[in-house]
């Protein structure tokens, strides 16, 4: 496996965490109305934006690189 491909692998496996992440958050507010837990979901959610960013970015720097 390149790099490239693994670099794809895993962002893609944190933005899965992240978003899982958020939705524990979530649900956690919803169940106890927390400030903390809707924070939780708030930061998961922005971090998984700026992975899918980042994932964006690095696909068009290394779009010349071969994937295998």
């Given at each position: 496996?390149?790099?490239k491909a693994f670099h794809f692998v895993f962002i893609g496996a944190s933005?899965?965490?992240?978003l899982g992440f958020t939705a524990w958050a979530a649900r956690e507010f919803a169940s106890d109305g927390s400030v903390v837990s809707a924070l939780?979901?708030?930061?998961?959610?922005?971090a998984?934006?700026?992975?899918?960013?980042?994932?964006?970015?690095?696909a068009r720097k290394l779009k010349h690189v071969s994937l295998i």
């Open positions: 496996m390149s790099l933005i899965l965490l992240s939780f979901a708030l930061l998961g959610l922005l998984g934006a700026a992975l899918v960013r980042y994932g964006v970015s690095v």
